[in-house]
């Protein structure tokens, strides 16, 4: 079974943990404010525990259309990169 938590769905959990409902999605909004900036600027963001998002410059590449059956090249772009943290992949049950 696939379970989802939404922005409302989190929002309601950090009101359970004490702050208001206002308060909660105030704080979950800014902190991903502060990570958008982070990252249109090219900063790492290091979650010490819950790993590390950063922006990575691809390559230009060829593949395959599927759909066409013929080579296309795809342009050289920018990428979110996360890399999960110690403590948030032994809380998902991976030790690796």
Same mark, same amino acid.
Not at 9 to 17: C, E, N, Q, V, W
Not at 38 to 56: D, H, N, P
């Given at each position: ?18 702050? /208001? *409902? ?6 979950? %909004? ?6 958008? $900036? ?8 290091r ?10 410059? /691809? *390559?230009?590449?060829r593949?395959?259309?599927? %759909? ?6 795809? $342009? ?21």
């Amino acid at each position: 079974m696939n379970k989802t938590i939404t922005t409302a769905g989190f929002i309601t959990r950090l009101a359970d943990k004490g702050y /208001t *409902k206002k308060d909660s999605a105030v704080i979950l %909004n800014d902190v991903l404010d502060v990570i958008y $900036e982070a990252m249109r600027a090219g900063e790492e963001v290091r979650l010490t525990g819950f790993g590390s998002f950063s922006v990575i410059d /691809t *390559k230009p590449k060829r593949i395959m259309n599927i %759909n066409t059956g013929k080579p296309e090249l795809v $342009e050289s772009h920018k990428k979110v990169k996360f890399k999960a943290g110690d403590v948030l992949r032994r809380s998902a049950g991976s030790e690796a």
